[in-house]
């Protein structure tokens, strides 16, 4: 069989199956940037390849996929973070300009080059670690042309480096000042002026929404999930994070893709996730960079079935974290994940939390998106702590 090129000599996590889907003598071949076998050597078709590379035992998973980041956003939150640790409460911070608003200012004064120049060193950082899909957000620009600036920065992360990127349209994060006082205005503003254009130039992948008590209502949410339905786009949510709206609920109504956050999830949500498919996309840098307390209930979406994703959600306020790595790490240690679920959280349930049947797992049929490690077992990509043993990057075959 003609193939492009061949991995041979490697262990594989294949990710099929309920866990690691472990092959100790594997060989991965793949033909037009599409996988055409994975599986036992001993078990392949002879294949004739232009390329073989000798994997000398190394393991080789799924390209790791990022499936919640808002890596486009201007300026930082460094001097709020340090007035946090000098004893400034949120209030305080707030009222000397900091918070989500002072993200927004940065954002809004920020020329699209300025966003892909702030944007790549922190995809720089995930690809260096194996990502090859990340999903990247709007939702700090709180009016039109600016959020439709981030989507189209977002776009060409795509374009300058070689890596999958998904977008999300996430204009109802907060509620801008020029709105204040006025949530349901600035939702229809959305609704009625804003996606339409976002959809016409097929710049979103889907569209999310901050639902909370800081945030938006179950309502305010409803409404924007009913405009993103008549433009043909998938939904997503921000839900339970410190409260519990039904978002998570709502969301499941909806056919989300998933919902993320999720500490203050509860039975009737997790029932409800369960019976439409909708993946719990659990977030833990946020949760540590915040100091949460109340755990999301893993067990009881382990026992329910419900799905598992980990993500970043690499952000200027909460979780300025861009290590999918540490992120397993802390999955592990603060959630109690295991180290399959871990894995299965940054390869095939964060496919399914962005709608993507065509990767996650080493089988024919799925793009050739490959990790490659030098590690002696897959425990030790959960295991450590700032330290990186990617050996080898491939996208799409390449």
Same mark, same amino acid.
């Given at each position: 069989m003609q193939c492009d090129t061949v991995w041979k000599g490697a262990r594989l996590a294949?990710?099929?199956?309920?866990?690691?889907?472990?092959?100790?003598?594997?060989?991965?071949?793949?033909?037009?940037?599409?996988?055409?076998?994975?599986?036992?050597?001993?078990?392949?078709?002879?294949?004739?390849?232009?390329?073989?590379?000798?994997?000398?035992?190394?393991?080789?998973?799924p390209g790791l996929i990022d499936c919640h980041t808002h890596l486009i956003h201007g300026g930082d939150r460094a001097a709020e973070f340090e007035m946090r640790l000098d004893g400034a409460s949120y209030e305080e911070i707030a009222r000397a300009g900091?918070?989500?608003?002072?993200?927004?200012?940065?954002?809004?004064?920020?020329s699209e080059d300025a966003l892909v120049a702030g944007a790549l060193p922190r995809l720089d950082a995930l690809i260096a670690e194996g990502a090859t899909?990340?999903?990247?957000?709007?939702?700090?620009?709180?009016?039109?042309?600016?959020?439709?600036?981030?989507?189209?920065?977002?776009?060409?992360?795509?374009?300058?480096?070689?890596?999958?990127?998904?977008?999300?349209?996430?204009?109802?994060h907060a509620l801008p000042p020029e709105f204040a006082h006025d949530a349901d205005g600035y939702i229809a503003m959305l609704c009625d002026e804003v996606l339409p254009q976002v959809?016409?130039?097929?710049?979103?992948?889907?569209?999310?929404?901050?639902?909370?008590?800081?945030?938006?209502?179950?309502?305010?949410?409803?409404?924007?999930?009913?405009?993103?339905?008549?433009?043909?786009?998938?939904?997503?949510?921000? *839900?339970?994070?410190?409260? =519990?709206?039904?978002? $998570?609920?709502?969301?499941?109504?909806? !056919?989300? +893709?998933? /919902?993320?956050?999720?500490?203050?999830?509860d039975e009737a949500g997790i029932a409800a996730m369960a019976a439409s498919g909708t993946v719990a996309t659990l977030l833990p840098g946020a949760y540590y960079f915040v100091r949460e307390t109340k755990l999301p209930p893993v067990g009881a979406l382990?026992?329910?079935?419900?799905?598992?994703?980990?993500?970043?959600?690499?952000?200027?306020?909460?979780?300025?974290?861009?290590s999918l790595l540490l992120t397993m790490n802390m999955g592990a240690t603060l959630f109690r994940?295991?180290?399959?679920?871990?894995? *299965?959280?940054?390869?095939? =349930?964060?496919?399914? $939390?962005?709608?993507?049947?065509?990767? !996650?797992? +080493?089988? /024919?049929?799925?793009?050739?998106d490959l990790a490659i490690w030098d590690v002696e077992r897959p425990a030790e990509l959960v295991y450590r702590m700032g330290f990186n043993p990617l050996h080898a990057r491939i996208w799409s075959g390449q």
């Open positions: 294949t990710m099929t199956g309920d866990g690691l889907g472990v092959v100790e003598h594997g060989l991965i071949a793949a033909r037009g940037g599409m996988i055409v076998y994975a599986g036992p050597a001993d078990e392949a078709p002879a294949f004739a390849a232009a390329t073989v590379i000798d994997c000398e035992g190394r393991w080789i998973t900091g918070g989500i608003v002072s993200t927004m200012r940065a954002t809004r004064a920020a899909t990340v999903e990247v957000k709007s939702g700090y620009g709180l009016d039109g042309e600016s959020e439709i600036r981030m989507l189209r920065a977002a776009r060409r992360l795509g374009e300058e480096r070689a890596v999958s990127i998904t977008t999300t349209f996430l204009g109802a959809a016409a130039l097929g710049l979103a992948d889907a569209v999310d929404a901050f639902c909370e008590g800081i945030g938006f209502s179950v309502e305010q949410t409803e409404r924007m999930f009913a405009a993103a339905a008549r433009h043909g786009l998938p939904v997503k949510l921000h *839900a339970e994070q410190l409260s =519990n709206l039904h978002g $998570a609920a709502l969301a499941a109504r909806h !056919g989300a +893709l998933s /919902a993320d956050h999720l500490e203050h999830l382990r026992d329910a079935g419900v799905r598992i994703a980990l993500a970043t959600d690499c952000n200027p306020g909460t979780s300025p974290l861009t994940l295991t180290v399959a679920e871990c894995l *299965a959280g940054v390869t095939r =349930n964060a496919a399914l $939390a962005l709608g993507l049947s065509d990767r !996650g797992t +080493l089988e /024919a049929g799925k793009r050739c």
